[in-house]
DNA sequence: TGTTAGCACTCCGAAACGCTGAGTGCTAAA
DNA sequence: TTTAGCACTCAGCGTTTCGGAGTGCTAACA
């Protein structure tokens, strides 16, 4: 049976570990506020810990880290579930009140279709992305902190939007805010509502608002929702498998250039005709420089509304590539000429 | 302006180096059956070539690889777009005849959700996978080696497929397949329809047909069908920024066990209540041996019907995520109960 | 009897070193 | 113009060295 302290010290531990994923040290305990035995009195009790199958070291003068026997225990006796924060009540709730429209699905299935076929990750961006502006924003408090957001698009689209509103806001800023942001937001792309913000509106608030940096936060939170949706992404592991991304660090900063909506779209926006090539630093993205960007736009009635391609290595199978491209960007035109 | 040698020397080394991604030197290059030059007469072509920018070299004394301009010359003038193979191009039609179900739609979304809600990877059993079965097979031929496949579901599903037929197969052998198929598959549930051809009709097939090899061959892609759909992920790439995972070999690994079907039912397939956790050896499988898997299964009528769940490191903030999965198996239980 | 301080010991990981082999540029001969 | 020969370069790999973090053990202390 363990101690008490064996118990405190076991679940010091592995919440430790969790975090940081680092052995853990005698000394490096001792140090703790609530820990009041010193560095020796640890080391014996993580040494019985250890005999007892808890914990292991990765040397012989290592610090401990739990081990699967540690983790079940932990599991099993040390845990009391956290309960999920509001916004994850929200997101979970949301998910079945959204719709994913036919158009939608279709950009999803072509990505997937596209990389799977060429071993390279796909970008697709949709054409509401580029074409639908926001008409009319409103925010209706429900009472406490949350509110629900209704955004109208010039589309005629409504979409609505669980949020939680700053905790120093008042009921009057409220309205100033949805005034303000109606007067200098309609009309924005929806997909630049997110830039316009950050570079036009900061200035206004600190004007009108009395907590604009809380302000400023929750409305970067609310048009998160801009980016939705209207970028489709395909075979984003499929980076892994080229030897020039070897090292982990640099498939992460690719993915997360990839996840910056003003960089996606600087990449993919495009009005020339045909398959176009982009080799290396020609896209002027760091992040970027040494991935070759292959693209094809689709057009509605001859006018260019969206974009597909794909991103690979410099020296990518360019051949077998842009044959595919071409082929699927027609299908597309063909499809949104017959269907809308 | 470039000779003759020059451009067929670029474009080798090119193709090579697309192929192999390693530096190539002059020696590499004159072994070539088609390259009548020594070494020495190679290597002034390379040097001229880097002098004028097509080339680059890693080091003082590497071999070459193509820099960007030598990329650009290429697509702009070495290029001749491969065609599309038939499966490509089959690949491209069927998408816009693919229909998702709401359901489906429910299931992706969940996936995605929760693992940017948690920032691990998730993987969801939807219900089919398990409940359904194989009604009724159609091979419906279209001239020359194309072909529809009509799958009919126990659940009244249809499901339709393109499909090349093996070149060297007979009409009278076609029907023999299918009334086999029909025979041994019926009431075979989708999932294991592959797993069954497998292991049991490969002999049967020896038998009766002339050229059985290539009709397995035919059979494992048109069941491959099996498969689609039923397992949903979210956030394959989450893994990379678990500090555990810094080697890419690692991923791979992990990734490649998660797209084989066998495994992820292995793992996931429970009749436990609630969220249950299997701490890294406990899941028996080895290319998963340090991660953790936590799931819950949702119902329909008390009867388990598929599970949530996700994977990480075994460190993982089981504090967390225990919630989470616990409320969402509880929303789609729900769902489900309302719905049907 | 439980706790603490001190000390010798262990071993990882980073930095420094040396060697090998593939590949180059240059020169001189064919 | 092409080729052979040779001295030179340098990435990559294995080896060595060394500091520091952490251990186990012993002996003293409360």
Request: with cysteine; aromatic share 8%.
């Amino acid at each position: 049976m363990l101690s008490e302290r064996q118990l405190f010290i076991l679940q010091v531990l592995i919440d430790d570990y969790i975090q940081h994923v680092e052995p853990i040290g005698s000394r490096t305990l001792s140090k703790r506020e609530d820990m009041n035995f010193s560095s020796a009195t640890i080391r014996n009790e993580l040494a019985d810990l250890e005999d007892l199958g808890f914990l292991e070291k990765t040397h012989t003068s290592s610090g401990r880290i739990p081990s699967e026997k540690g983790y079940r225990f932990y599991v099993d006796h040390l845990l009391s579930p956290a309960a999920l924060s509001t916004t994850e009540l929200f997101s979970i709730q949301n998910l079945f009140h959204e719709k994913l429209e036919e158009t939608e699905r279709i950009f999803d299935q072509s990505a997937r279709i596209l990389s799977e076929l060429t071993n390279y990750t796909s970008i697709i961006l949709g054409p509401e992305a580029l074409e639908t502006t926001l008409k009319h924003l409103q925010l209706i408090p429900l009472g406490g902190q949350q509110a629900v957001a209704i955004f109208v698009t010039s589309t005629g689209h409504v979409e609505n939007r669980h949020v939680m509103l700053p905790e120093s806001i008042q009921p009057k800023e409220i309205e100033t805010l949805v005034n303000i942001l109606n007067e200098k937001l309609s009309g924005v792309p929806l997909a630049e509502l997110h830039r316009k913000m950050d570079e036009e509106l900061a200035l206004v608030f600190q004007k009108h608002l009395m907590d604009h940096q809380q302000a400023t936060l929750f409305l970067a939170d609310l048009f998160t929702w801009g980016r939705k949706d209207k970028v489709f992404f395909g075979g984003k592991t499929k980076m892994l498998y080229q030897p020039e991304f070897k090292d982990v660090e640099k498939v992460r900063i690719l993915l997360d250039a990839l996840e910056e909506k003003a960089i996606v779209e600087r990449l993919l926006t495009s009005d020339r005709d045909g398959v176009s090539v982009t080799i290396g630093h020609e896209n002027g993205i760091p992040a970027i420089k040494d991935c070759s960007l292959i693209k094809a736009s689709y057009s509605f009635h001859d006018k260019h509304i969206g974009t597909i391609s794909l991103i690979g290595p410099t020296r990518m199978e360019y051949k077998r590539v842009i044959g595919l491209l071409d082929t699927l960007s027609k299908q597309l035109t063909q499809l949104f000429n017959e269907r809308y």
